[in-house]
C-alpha cells in the first residue's frame, strides 16, 4: 500500500539521526542523501533507458553489501561506477563510505551502513509507485531531508538550503509562471542544494506546463554535489550545476567571453561575504563589467552579488535576490550603488521578510525583485513590510501560507495596504537619499491603547476608543444604537447593557446573526464548487495543482466578504491539508478511492483484509476512520454505547464513595478491601457465608455487593454494545461502494472539517470584538469618584466596627 508522505519522512528522517552517532549533520547528510539517490536511480531505470545501472551498482546490490566486512569498500566501488556511467563523475563519488573517522571501525562500521541501507529498504520509497502530482516521493523525501540536516547543522552550516516558502515568493515575483517556451532559462549563481531554481522550475511547469532550462553555480563542492543529485530527483537531470567561485571564475559565459545572460535569475547568496574578492582581483578591472554602478567594499559582497545578478539578466528578463537589511540603507560605497540602481530603474520592489527565517543566520533579511523589461528613468518602487506575519517552528521562524499568499497577492496587484505594503514614489525615495529602509515608508507598528485620564475621573467609555471599532458596526448597522448611548460628557458614551451580559446581548443581535448568515452562504458556494471537484479525483489529478486552485477560490469567497479575514482562513484550509487532507488525497490518487478508505491490520507489513475479529483497535482505515462511519450510519448504536459508558462510571464512582463513606473512624470493614477499594467477588462470595461474620459488618458488604453486581451487569451491557457496534462498523467497511466512500470522506470528513474552520473564523471574530468592549467597559467603569466614595463608606464601616470593639 501507499503510505502517507508525512509519516514515512518523519520515520525517515528519525531512522537517519538515530544512525548519526557523534557526526556532525553537515557531514551526515551527504552519506544519507546519496544512498537516497541511489535508491531513486536504481527504481527509475526501470522504465527510463537515459539512465545506466552497471553490474554491481544498483540498489539491490547495495542491499547485498549488508553485514560484510568490506561494505565500506563495495558501496565506494558501486557509487564511483554509477557516477561514471551517468556522466557524474566528481559529482558524488568523493563520499568516502570506508571514512573510519567519520562511521566507525570494524564492526561499528559495518553495523552503522548496513542499517543506513535498511532504511531505504522501505517499500513505501519506490518511484515507480508513487507518482502522484506528477512528481516522486523521493524528491520529495530528498527535499525533506535537506531542509532537516539545514536545521540541525548550525549557524554556520545550513546555508546549502532556503525555505521552500521564501523560495515560492521568489519564484513567484520573478514571474516564471509567464514563462511559454521549454527554451526559456533560469540561472542562481549561488544555488546551495537548488532548492530556488526547483521551486521555480515548478511554478512554471504548474502554470503552463513549460520545462524551464536550468543553470546554477555553487562555491562549495559537497553542495554542488546535493544540487546535481536534487535536480535529477526532480526531474530535471539536463540542468547545468558547475562547481566553482561564481565571483572570480563565472562558469556560463557566452561565445565572446562575456556573462551569459538568462530569462529569470535568483539568487540567496552568502550574506555579507569578507572574501568575495577572493582571486578576483581589483574589481575595476573585472572583465565581465559587472560593477558599473559603483565598486562595492572589500569587506562585502553584497552588492557584489546583487551587480552579479543584475549583469546576468536579460534585458527583457527578471530577478531577485535575498539579501540583508542593511543593503537597503548602509551608507558609502553602497549607498553609491544603490542610488545608481534606483536612478536606473531597475529595482521593482522589496519585500521585508522576518527575522530568524534562514538557517545560516538570525539576522533579519529582504527579497530585492529586478525588473529590466519595465525598466524606467524615477521609477517607483513597490515595498512590503511583510517582518511581523510568520510562526515559531523550534527555534526558527516560519512563513505561513497565509503570509505568502498576502505577500504575493500584494505584489501581484501593486496594491496599497495600511501597514503592509505601498507603491512608494521615486519622488518620496529620492527625498529620503535614495534610503530604502523599509520603516521609513511603512509604518508597521501597532496602534497604541491610550488610556483616557478624564474617563477614569468622570466615567464613561471614550467615543474615540468606539469609533476604533468602526468595521465592526458597519457589519452590524443597529448594534451600536441598541449597546450604547451619549454619556454624561461630551466625546463619552455609556452602555446600555450590564458587563455581564454584553456577550449574550451581541451574540443575540438580528445583525450579527444575518452576517453570520451571509458569510455562510457565500461559503456555501464554494462547498458546491469544491464538492464537484472533490467527487472527480483520479489516477490524472495533480494534488498542487488542485489545491492551489480551491484553496485560491475559498480566499476569493470571503474577498468581498466585509470584516472576515480572509487569509486567516485560508490558512486554516491549508493547515488541515497540510495534516489530513494532502496525505488523504495522495493515498487516493494512487490507490482509488475504494483501496485507501479499506482498513488494515495495524501494524502490518503490507495491506491485509480485515480478519474481521471483533476488536476494533486492531484495523485502521488510512483516509476513513471509522468515526466517520460511526456519526453518519451509526449514531443510535454509539449513544447507546456512550450511555452504558456514563451508567458504568457512575455505578463505579458509586463504589468509590460507598468504601470511603464506610471507612472512617469506626472501621470496620477496611481489612476486607484491597489497597484500591475493592473486594475480590470470591472472596466477598465466602465472607457473606461465614456465620462468624459481624451483623453490622454483613450488611454494610451486602450493599456493596449490590453495586458490583450492578457494575458487572453494565460491563457486560457496555461489552456487548461495543462488541455490536464493532461488528457493524466492520460490516459497514465490507460494503463500501466509491459512492459511499466519496459521500463519507468529501462531506462527513473534509467539508465537515472546513467548515468548523470557518465557523471557528466567525466565531473568534465575534469574541475578538466583544472581549474589546468589555475590557472598555471594565476600565472605566469605576471612575475615581465612585473609588473614593467606595473607599470612605469602607473606612466608615471600619471605624464603626472598630468601636463596637472598644478598640477606638
Known sequence: MAVKKSELYSTLWASCDELRGGMEPSQYKDYVLLLLFVRYVSDKAKFDTNISIPSGSSFEDFVTFKNKTDIGEKMNTAVRALAKANTLDGVFDNTDFNDEG?????????????????????????????RADGDDILGDAYEYLMMKFSIESGKSKGQFYTPAEVSRIMAKVVGVENASSNKETIYDPTCGSGSLLLKAVELANTAKNVNLTVYGQEFVTETSALARMNMWLHGA???????????????????????????????????????????????????????????????????????????????????????????????????????????????????????????????????????????????????????????????????????????????DHLSNHDKFSRLVPYAEIEKNGFNLNIPRYIDSSLPVDIQDIQAHISGGIPEVDIDQLDKYWKAFPTLRKSLLKKGLHNGYLDFLVETANINKFIHSNPDVAIFKANVMKEFEVWKETAKRALNDINKETRPKIFVKDISDKLLECFKTTNLVDEYEIYQGFMQYWDSTMKDDFYLIVENGWIESANPHKIGAKSKESIDFQINKDKFHSETLPSSIIVKAFLADEADALAKAEADLEVVSGEIVEFYEGNSGDEDLISEYFTAKGRVIKKDLTALLKDVNLDKEVREILKQYQVLIDEEDAL???????????????????????????KTLIIDHKWLDAITNIVQGQLDRLIQTFTMRLIELEDRYKSPLPAIERSREELSKRVNKHLETMGIC
Not at 102 to 130: H, Q, R, S, Y
Not at 307 to 328: C, N, R, T
Not at 715 to 741: G, M, P
Open 102 to 130: 567519520k562511521l566507525g571501525k570494524g564492526k561499528d562500521l559495518v553495523e552503522t551502513l548496513t542499517k543506513l541501507i535498511g532504511i531505504f529498504e522501505n517499500p513505501n520509497l519506490n518511484f515507480a509507485n508513487n
Open 237 to 411: 537531470s539536463t540542468a547545468e550545476i558547475k562547481n566553482g567561485n561564481t565571483m572570480a571564475s563565472p562558469e556560463f559565459l557566452d561565445k565572446e567571453g562575456n556573462l551569459r545572460t538568462f530569462n529569470y535569475c535568483v539568487a540567496n547568496p552568502p550574506f555579507s561575504d569578507k572574501k568575495w574578492r577572493n582571486n578576483l582581483g581589483k574589481p575595476s578591472d573585472d572583465i565581465y563589467k559587472r560593477f558599473i554602478y559603483g565598486t562595492p567594499p572589500d569587506k562585502n559582497g553584497d552588492y557584489a552579488f546583487l551587480q552579479h545578478l543584475v549583469a546576468s539578466i536579460k534585458e527583457d528578463g527578471a530577478g531577485a535576490i535575498i539579501l540583508p537589511h542593511g543593503v537597503l540603507f548602509r551608507g558609502n560605497a553602497e549607498e553609491k550603488i544603490r542610488t545608481n540602481l534606483i536612478n536606473a530603474g531597475i529595482i521593482k520592489a522589496v519585500i521585508g521578510l522576518p527575522a530568524n527565517l534562514f538557517y545560516g543566520t538570525a539576522i533579519p533579511a529582504c527579497i530585492i525583485v529586478l525588473d529590466k523589461k519595465n525598466r524606467s528613468v524615477k521609477r517607483d518602487i513597490f515595498m512590503v513590510e511583510a517582518s511581523k506575519g510568520f510562526i515559531k517552528d523550534g527555534n526558527k521562524n516560519r512563513l505561513r501560507e497565509q503570509d505568502i499568499h498576502a505577500i504575493i497577492d500584494a505584489f
Open 715 to 741: 460491563k457486560e451491557v457496555k461489552k456487548n454494545l461495543d462488541e455490536a457496534l464493532t461488528a457493524k462498523i466492520i460490516n459497514a467497511y465490507k460494503n463500501l461502494d466509491d459512492t459511499i466512500v
